[in-house]
């Protein structure tokens, strides 16, 4: 199997599995099981998108934010 990924990536994932003193193959696969180990089955894939709390401004709708709802 391979993948396309840009020098830049490779060239990290190399610098990072020489100093660490493995192969890169070594290396993904510790980072997929670092993953897995981190993901549990009831965990969100991905973080929560942030919210921002800008003071007492109350729920805005569409309309009063832009001026192409009728």
Avoid: K
């Avoid at 890169?24 to 993901?39: G, I, K, P, Q, Y």
């Avoid at 919210?51 to 569409?62: E, I, V, Y």
């Amino acid at each position: 199997m391979s993948i396309e990924i840009s020098r830049e990536t490779e060239a990290h994932l190399t610098d990072e599995a020489r100093r660490q003193g493995i192969s890169v193959d070594a290396l993904l696969e510790r980072l997929m099981s670092e993953f897995r180990a981190n993901a549990s089955p009831g965990a969100r894939p991905f973080p929560e998108l942030p919210s921002w709390h800008l003071g007492g401004a109350g729920c805005l709708h569409r309309r009063d934010i832009y001026d192409d709802v009728r």
